[in-house]
């Protein structure tokens, strides 16, 4: 076949290429190592177990019940002589074969009120003819330590009614608890794991901890207090005559078993370690772990392979990568590919040049942030009854938007306040800013009122914005302590709010005034306004303030401005501005600021 043709067939993208050589190979792997794990653990491990620990409990259970059988079925012998006298021959019988079975350490007969203990030794009172209608009961009792046989023993009780219904005695057939259970205690899996006998009520009647001292009385001694696996075996019990329970974990840290008793209400229960039960689940974990180290490398060696020509291209990305965050900008990657891979190298070179020139701006916008920000006055002015303070907060890295608080030369009770919006935001107004600024304080250090030092700034600035349309509102106060007045020009800038906290009234510094930079010839007006003698407070703000808008585009406005200061003229004029921001910052929430904020305060008396 032509090389040419074979090329043609080979991937050309990465996504073929992961998908023919990695995914399919992968997924190969993984379901027969799936299928193999499936194999091998199958539930026929557990139900294994299971089996062997039911049929334990079962063949120790049945040895109980066998030795507990053998009397029971002696003491039945006096159920056939029910409704006629039996024989005392054959009762003595009965009772010397009780008597003599293993594990039977007394006989006591009681037949109306007379204890005949003696009479089956062959001593003392002979056996009495018996004759009774029914026989009722034939009950185990619990265990309990005996002091006549310094042993703990059990008794089989059943008693011997008339046609009354009078009791006409009762014959006891007490066994040794050791004798009964001492075959178990032996064997290898009682002592190599927690073993239990409980009655119905979760008493534990031994396990085996307790063949230390069988002269200590039990306390408390109940089934099912330790942990929540006796308290579910106990819960199950009781429901169920054998089965299984497994404790938290996987593996379990313990699994229990259980199986009731035929001949007593009791039952065996036996608790394992988790880990030793399941050793061939844990076997298999291993094996799998195994198979899957194997499968694993198998698949990076042919992940490796395939992708080897990928991995370079990569590492030289990576490697371009860490140079660009360290600001060093070299020569374009090759482009060695058709896939994704080599459109992603070519996309890299064409980022790499597009961030080279916007770190260049960046660069020079954060020059001329720091210039603008220095260019600034201090945030606030205070001297005898007067107390200004300002701030501007920029929705870019620069503005228009300017304040200015400057002291009268010579005069300490006379300080001209200025605050202005130049139209646009970013370097250009920035620049126009720094225009107006010089200007103004060029201007300030010569003779002249208000509306004079507007007229000239005005002029000299239009020589630079009739071209560009550009154009600048300023409010330009001056507060005159010592003649008391308040002197005014409005160049198109909102109107100062002016508040007077004795009579909670509210009213505004206005005036005609047109946008500095839009007509050279125009002749500024001065107001003036006499100062009461009570406090004021006077607040000059960009539109910024009163545009502030929300979520829900509602604008902050003038009236939340005066409600802020009504609530706040105790405080000083720092404060004041504080709190007006803060209640801005609150009301647009997450909406970001899209316009400047300028925001002068000053207090005056």
């Given at each position: 076949m032509n090389l040419n043709n074979l090329s043609k067939l080979s991937p050309t993208s990465l996504q073929q290429r992961t998908t023919l050589f990695i995914l399919l190979p992968t997924l190969v792997i993984l379901l027969t190592m799936g299928f193999m794990s499936m194999l091998l653990i199958r539930q026929a491990l557990l139900d294994q177990w299971q089996e062997t620990a039911i049929a334990k409990l079962q063949q120790a259970a049945h040895h109980i019940d066998m030795r507990l059988l053998l009397p029971k079925k002696a003491l039945k012998l006096f159920r056939e002589e029910e409704g006629i006298e039996v024989d005392r021959h054959i009762a003595q019988?009965?009772?010397?074969?009780?008597?003599?079975?293993?594990?039977?350490?007394?006989?006591?007969?009681?037949?109306?009120?007379?204890?005949?203990?003696?009479?089956?030794?062959?001593?003392?009172?002979?056996?009495?003819?018996?004759?009774?209608?029914?026989?009722?009961?034939?009950?185990?009792?619990?265990?309990?330590?005996?002091?006549?046989?310094?042993?703990e023993t059990v008794s089989l009780v059943t008693e011997f009614w008339n046609d009354n219904n009078e009791k006409?005695?009762?014959?006891?057939?007490?066994?040794?608890?050791?004798?009964?259970?001492?075959?178990?205690?032996?064997?290898?899996?009682?002592?190599?794991?927690?073993?239990?006998?409980?009655?119905s009520q979760g008493n534990i009647l031994t396990q085996t901890e307790l063949f230390k001292d069988m002269r200590e009385k039990r306390k408390d001694n109940l089934f099912g207090q330790n942990n929540s696996l006796e308290q579910k075996t106990l819960a199950s019990l009781r429901e169920n005559r054998s089965g299984t329970i497994f404790g938290p974990g996987m593996p379990p840290d313990e699994i229990s078993g259980y199986y009731h008793?035929?001949?007593?209400?009791?039952?065996?229960?036996?608790?394992?370690?988790?880990?030793?039960?399941?050793?061939?689940?844990?076997?298999?974990?291993?094996?799998?772990?195994?198979?899957?180290?194997?499968?694993?490398?198998?698949a990076l060696l042919l992940i490796r392979i395939t992708t080897n020509k990928t991995t370079r291209a990569i590492r030289r990305l990576s490697k371009g990568a860490n140079d660009l965050a360290a600001n060093t900008f070299g020569t374009e990657l090759q482009i060695t590919s058709r896939d994704e891979v080599g459109e992603l190298t070519?996309?890299?070179?064409?980022?790499?040049?597009?961030?080279?020139?916007?770190?260049?701006?960046?660069?020079?916008?954060?020059?001329?942030?720091?210039?603008?920000?220095?260019l600034l006055?201090?945030?606030?002015?205070?001297?005898?009854g007067i107390d200004i303070c300002g701030i501007t907060l920029y929705c870019d890295e620069t503005g228009g938007d300017y304040f200015d608080l400057l002291p009268h030369p010579g005069q300490q009770d006379k300080v001209h306040i200025t605050a202005g919006d130049v139209v646009g935001h970013g370097i250009?107004?920035?620049?126009?800013?720094?225009?107006?600024?010089?200007l103004v304080r060029c201007r300030i250090s010569h003779s002249g009122g208000p509306a004079a030092i507007m007229r000239d700034v005005n002029r000299l600035?239009?020589?630079?914005?009739?071209?560009?349309?550009?154009?600048?509102?300023?409010?330009?106060?001056?507060?005159?302590?010592?003649?008391?007045?308040?002197?005014?020009?409005r160049c198109g800038h909102d109107p100062a709010i002016v508040y007077s906290p004795e009579n909670h009234s509210?009213?505004?510094?206005?005036?005609?005034?047109?946008?500095?930079?839009?007509?050279?010839?125009?002749?500024?007006?001065?107001?003036?306004?006499?100062?009461?003698?009570?406090?004021?407070?006077?607040?000059?703000?960009?539109?910024?303030?009163?545009?502030?808008?929300?979520?829900?585009?509602?604008?902050?406005?003038r009236e939340r401005v005066k409600t802020v200061l009504a609530e706040n003229s105790h405080l000083s004029s720092k404060r004041i501005i504080a709190a007006i921001t803060d209640e801005i910052t609150h009301f647009r929430n997450t909406k970001p600021l899209t316009d400047d904020i300028t925001l002068v305060i000053t207090k005056i008396g």
């Amino acid at each position: 076949m032509n090389l040419n043709n074979l090329s043609k067939l080979s991937p050309t993208s990465l996504q073929q290429r992961t998908t023919l050589f990695i995914l399919l190979p992968t997924l190969v792997i993984l379901l027969t190592m799936g299928f193999m794990s499936m194999l091998l653990i199958r539930q026929a491990l557990l139900d294994q177990w299971q089996e062997t620990a039911i049929a334990k409990l079962q063949q120790a259970a049945h040895h109980i019940d066998m030795r507990l059988l053998l009397p029971k079925k002696a003491l039945k012998l006096f159920r056939e002589e029910e409704g006629i006298e039996v024989d005392r021959h054959i009762a003595q019988f009965i009772v010397a074969q009780l008597r003599e079975m293993e594990g039977v350490v007394q006989v006591n007969l009681e037949w109306k009120g007379n204890r005949i203990n003696d009479a089956f030794t062959g001593r003392g009172m002979s056996m009495p003819h018996m004759n009774f209608s029914r026989m009722k009961g034939l009950d185990v009792s619990t265990p309990i330590y005996n002091s006549e046989f310094k042993n703990e023993t059990v008794s089989l009780v059943t008693e011997f009614w008339n046609d009354n219904n009078e009791k006409l005695g009762h014959i006891e057939v007490i066994i040794s608890f050791y004798d009964l259970i001492g075959q178990i205690v032996k064997t290898p899996w009682w002592k190599s794991n927690k073993a239990f006998l409980v009655d119905s009520q979760g008493n534990i009647l031994t396990q085996t901890e307790l063949f230390k001292d069988m002269r200590e009385k039990r306390k408390d001694n109940l089934f099912g207090q330790n942990n929540s696996l006796e308290q579910k075996t106990l819960a199950s019990l009781r429901e169920n005559r054998s089965g299984t329970i497994f404790g938290p974990g996987m593996p379990p840290d313990e699994i229990s078993g259980y199986y009731h008793l035929d001949e007593a209400p009791w039952t065996m229960v036996i608790i394992a370690q988790g880990e030793k039960v399941l050793q061939p689940i844990m076997k298999f974990r291993y094996s799998y772990l195994f198979i899957s180290a194997v499968g694993i490398t198998l698949a990076l060696l042919l992940i490796r392979i395939t992708t080897n020509k990928t991995t370079r291209a990569i590492r030289r990305l990576s490697k371009g990568a860490n140079d660009l965050a360290a600001n060093t900008f070299g020569t374009e990657l090759q482009i060695t590919s058709r896939d994704e891979v080599g459109e992603l190298t070519r996309n890299f070179n064409t980022m790499s040049k597009r961030l080279q020139e916007r770190l260049r701006l960046q660069e020079a916008m954060n020059i001329a942030r720091e210039v603008q920000q220095n260019l600034l006055p201090q945030s606030s002015y205070t001297t005898e009854g007067i107390d200004i303070c300002g701030i501007t907060l920029y929705c870019d890295e620069t503005g228009g938007d300017y304040f200015d608080l400057l002291p009268h030369p010579g005069q300490q009770d006379k300080v001209h306040i200025t605050a202005g919006d130049v139209v646009g935001h970013g370097i250009g107004a920035a620049l126009m800013m720094a225009t107006i600024r010089a200007l103004v304080r060029c201007r300030i250090s010569h003779s002249g009122g208000p509306a004079a030092i507007m007229r000239d700034v005005n002029r000299l600035l239009c020589r630079d914005t009739l071209k560009s349309g550009n154009f600048i509102t300023l409010f330009y106060l001056v507060v005159d302590t010592a003649t008391n007045k308040l002197e005014w020009v409005r160049c198109g800038h909102d109107p100062a709010i002016v508040y007077s906290p004795e009579n909670h009234s509210f009213s505004e510094l206005k005036g005609k005034g047109l946008a500095l930079g839009v007509d050279p010839s125009w002749e500024y007006q001065a107001n003036s306004l006499p100062l009461d003698h009570g406090p004021q407070i006077i607040v000059i703000g960009s539109d910024g303030v009163w545009d502030a808008e929300n979520e829900d585009e509602e604008r902050f406005g003038r009236e939340r401005v005066k409600t802020v200061l009504a609530e706040n003229s105790h405080l000083s004029s720092k404060r004041i501005i504080a709190a007006i921001t803060d209640e801005i910052t609150h009301f647009r929430n997450t909406k970001p600021l899209t316009d400047d904020i300028t925001l002068v305060i000053t207090k005056i008396g």
